[in-house]
T-cell receptor
Framework: AQSVTQLDSQVPVFEEAPVELRCNYS??????LFWYVQYPNQGLQLLLK??????LVKGINGFEAEFNKSQTSFHLRKPSVHISDTAEYFC?????????????FGTGTLLAVQP | GAGVSQSPRYKVAKRGQDVALRCDPI?????LFWYQQALGQGPEFLTY????????KSGLPSDRFFAERPEGSVSTLKIQRTQQEDSAVYLC????????????FGPGTRLTVT
């Protein structure tokens, strides 16, 4: 079975500061990795995904993430955050070659950007 | 183009009532997923359709939950005899094809059972 751990339930940060949101996963098989963002009362929007190739993945809104297979991590980073980045961020995995491509999510991290 | 739409956006049901939640996926998307998101939690998989075929219903929490997609487009999630623990946001997502891992999510239906 697969699982995703997001250790930080909330990350407060000042505007224009850098931020890292942590994600670790557990799986006995190869997985694909995703970060989604959820703004209040909205559905989830894909930020970025790692399927193969370069372990450094760039996404929308200036976010990037690095896949580290040995540490089973996929941390999300942004060098300078804006107030508009305030939202809930979810890390997710999907089994490589799985029958359904279903996503397994972590519990989410609330990024709270303060002026 | 239009994204995934869900209706109603909010639903309040008395315990024991039946509810039906609708999902309109992106036109042409073969794969459709339902997820349940409890307050303060990440979404959890409920069921998966490939066209009209329900290929995975392993996440449905009880036999009170039923989903269908009879013509391979619109899907309905039905919950019979609702219980308070069914209160959650129900998210629908679609993707272009089974091998395409990018899922597009709707805004969700917030169900409150009183």
């Amino acid at each position: 079975a697969q699982s995703v751990t997001q250790l930080d339930s909330q990350v407060p940060v000042f505007e224009e500061a850098p931020v890292e949101l942590r994600c670790n996963y557990s799986s006995s098989v190869s997985v694909y990795l995703f970060w989604y963002v959820q703004y209040p009362n909205q559905g989830l929007q894909l930020l970025l995904k790692y399927l193969s190739g370069s372990t450094l993945v760039k996404g929308i809104n200036g976010f990037e993430a690095e896949f580290n297979k040995s540490q089973t991590s996929f941390h999300l980073r942004k060098p300078s955050v804006h107030i508009s980045d305030t939202a809930e961020y979810f890390c997710a995995v999907s089994v490589y070659g799985g029958a359904t491509n279903k996503l397994i999510f972590g519990t989410g991290t609330l990024l709270a950007v303060q002026p | 183009g239009a994204g995934v739409s869900q209706s109603p956006r909010y639903k309040v049901a008395k315990r024991g009532q039946d509810v039906a939640l609708r999902c309109d996926p992106i036109s042409g998307h073969v794969s459709l997923f339902w997820y349940q998101q409890a307050l303060g939690q990440g979404p959890e998989f409920l069921t998966y359709f490939q066209n009209e075929a329900q290929l995975d219903k392993s996440g449905l929490p009880s036999d009170r939950f039923f989903a269908e997609r009879p013509e391979g487009s619109v899907s309905t999630l039905k919950i019979q005899r609702t219980q308070q623990e069914d209160s959650a946001v129900y998210l629908c997502a679609s993707s272009l094809a089974p091998g395409n891992y990018e899922q597009y999510f709707g805004p969700g239906t917030r169900l409150t059972v009183t």
